[in-house]
């Protein structure tokens, strides 16, 4: 490229995201950099130490709350993408009116904030006798999950020509199959980025969950947030999320690139 | 691809069998202000009963209250004072059996006879403090302090360099101490006076409203002096040494945070043998030790005070105790709290 080209807009519009990166990902850094902090200190850098990993690891109620917000995410998860998905489709085939009629329903608990939705979901439960427990909330993190998942898909399939399910079908295809051989692989993309939303707004919700979790069951969230003083481990914590995310956007991004070029090579070869 | 979910699943499904609590072990539900314990001791508790530990936290009373009133069911809870006041007044408790908790003998003299329970008939005191201030004795002299109390915080030679605790019952506290009125007035007319001290206080030294940062930033010694709890100063004076602790001469707040034991608790007996072991003068070692807030044990605010112990020569450590003027917070109503707060945002927003 020719230098000389570069108007001062370039270089204006280049710092601005810079600076937006940086406003992302500062916070991110200086959690990570106080992880390995030596002192307990939140602003003075005393030295390079794993201290804060080892109370991490030998802190139980820590390493409970992992557990809990990883079991409870992965469920609701798969659960509320099931779902999600079988809804967004059959909604896809309703009339109208109903599908619209619903869609706004659906609507509702998103917009809802959730300090509403976690105080009704509590009473639910405690009204009819039912104790909290693991059990309630992931039934809670199902519910509030599933709108998201709907609505992810729901754009995708309206994309969709009905033609090519049509065809399936008078190509000897049963329904079942058109679902699973034609359809399903079409808004693939959508169910997945679909799960991916339903992954994060479980993994790090407090109020809901504060509000229908039981005896004993504290996500990372709610244990974060109930630390009378602040403890750098909570650092060490947040950074090995931050490298398992990068790890696993990482595969996501590159797994489909490498499988695509081996098919290329399949077919040349 | 539809089979491998369900797969996914089933694998799952196993694996939480374990963490639902199939096995028939005993368990214990105890329920703590976060970061607020050894976790050994908890671990040594088990390893005697032969109990599960099922150990959540909490940030707040209020937050805790919440919960017990969803119906959960805790064995061990530690509120503090006001609290268990109202916890009582309400029949939320029941009474500690006395010939399990039979050493009650070990609570330090300033955590006794308390007013909201005082046969400890339903609560055991688990650690304990003062509201004061931390000051930096190489801008503010001891004697200048000392001499001052709570009205330093009305002196325009500290404008700028001052932290005051961004809490409005502690706020309202300083203001009606210094005033030489009761911290737990409900008289409007003390209360107006107490909302003039705290706007003259914002117009006069400009404090910065904080929260914990202030522990942090009273250790590298951001400013001249602040309004925090003495637990938190007993830090902040191990770490930087410029630092003093003033126990104000006008009288100040005795916060105790006590174990008590929910009417609802599925576990009475292993509850009591647990308040019983926390009482025990190794174990709330640990725990005061590593804390850092006042232990209810005499012995350990000896030994951790004394020579040799980690806060030797720590004078925020041990809570100052049997001074007349010193109050613990009763509960107040409904009303009162929204007037507090209604006027301290006021105050906050310097109208």
């Excluded at chain 1, 049963?174 to 169910?191: D, E, G, R, S, Y």
């Excluded at chain 2, 029941?94 to 330090?108: C, F, G, K, R, S």
Aim: aromatic share 10%.
């Amino acid at each position: 490229m020719d230098k000389k080209k570069r108007s001062p807009w370039s270089f204006m519009s280049r710092g601005y995201l810079i600076l937006v990166l940086l406003f992302i990902y500062l916070p991110i850094g200086y959690v990570v950099v106080f992880s390995f902090n030596e002192s307990k200190s939140m602003t003075n850098f005393a030295g390079f130490s794993l201290k804060w990993y080892e109370s991490m690891f030998s802190d139980r109620t820590m390493l409970d709350s992992i557990k809990y917000t990883v079991l409870v995410a992965v469920i609701a998860t798969l659960v509320s993408t099931l779902i999600g998905t079988v809804a967004a489709i059959g909604l896809s085939k309703a009339r109208p009116l109903i599908r619209s009629i619903i869609l706004e329903v659906n609507n509702l608990p998103v917009m809802n904030p959730d300090i509403v939705t976690a105080i009704g979901m509590m009473l639910l439960f405690i009204v009819p006798g039912i104790q909290l427990s693991l059990t309630t909330l992931i039934l809670a993190h199902i519910t509030f999950c599933t709108p998201y998942v709907i609505l992810t898909i729901m754009p995708k399939l309206r994309q969709l020509d009905d033609n090519v399910a049509e065809a399936a079908l008078d190509l000897g295809a049963n329904p079942m199959q058109a679902l699973t051989k034609v359809i399903l692989p079409q808004i693939f993309p959508a169910i997945f980025s679909g799960a991916l939303i339903a992954f994060s707004m479980s993994f790090d919700d407090f109020v809901i969950s504060f509000f229908t979790a039981g005896v004993g069951i504290n996500n990372i969230s709610m244990y974060v947030y109930s630390m009378k003083r602040y403890n750098p481990s909570v650092n060490a914590l947040s950074t090995l999320i931050v490298i398992v995310v990068t790890l696993i956007l990482v595969l996501v991004n590159v797994i489909p690139y490498i499988k695509e070029k081996q098919t290329k090579k399949e077919a040349e070869a | 691809m539809m089979k491998r979910m369900i797969l996914v699943l089933m694998a799952l499904c196993l694996m939480a069998l374990p963490m639902m609590g199939a096995g028939a072990e005993e368990v214990l539900n105890v329920y703590n202000w976060g970061e607020y314990i050894d976790k050994q001791v908890i671990t040594a508790f088990e390893k005697e009963y032969n109990v599960r530990v099922n150990y959540s936290v909490y940030d707040s009373n209020e937050t805790m209250y919440t919960k017990l009133m969803s119906g959960a069911s805790y064995d061990v809870i530690i509120p503090s004072d006001y609290m268990i006041e109202r916890l009582i007044r309400e029949n939320k408790l029941q009474p500690i059996d006395h010939t399990v908790v039979d050493n009650l003998d070990n609570l330090a003299e300033g955590v006794r006879n308390m007013q909201y329970d005082p046969d400890n008939t339903y609560s055991v005191p688990y650690l304990w403090q003062t509201v004061g201030i931390v000051y930096d004795t190489t801008k503010i002299s001891r004697e200048e302090m000392e001499a001052q109390g709570f009205s330093a915080f009305l002196n325009p030679d500290y404008k700028g360099h001052v932290y005051m605790y961004d809490s409005e019952r502690d706020a309202f506290m300083i203001a009606l101490k210094a005033l030489g009125y009761s911290a737990n007035s409900s008289d409007m007319n003390e209360l107006n006076a107490a909302y003039d001290w705290l706007r003259e206080m914002d117009k006069a030294v400009r404090p910065s409203y904080v929260t914990d940062e202030v522990i942090d930033a009273m250790a590298n010694g951001e400013k001249w002096m602040a309004l925090v709890y003495s637990g938190d100063a007993a830090y902040i004076l191990s770490e930087n040494e410029d630092m003093g602790y003033c126990a104000p001469k006008e009288g100040t707040n005795v916060a105790i945070d006590a174990m008590v034991i929910p009417a609802n608790a599925s576990n009475p007996e292993m509850a009591n043998l647990f308040i019983r072991f926390i009482l025990e003068y190794e174990n709330s070692l640990m725990i005061s030790s590593e804390v850092g807030y006042a232990s209810s044990n005499a012995q350990v605010l000896e030994e951790l005070s004394g020579e040799g112990g980690d806060y030797e020569g720590n004078e925020a450590y041990i809570p100052r105790s049997g001074y007349e003027l010193d109050e613990i917070y009763h509960d107040i109503p409904e009303d009162l709290r929204s007037q507090y707060s209604s006027m301290w945002i006021k105050v906050k927003l310097h109208e």
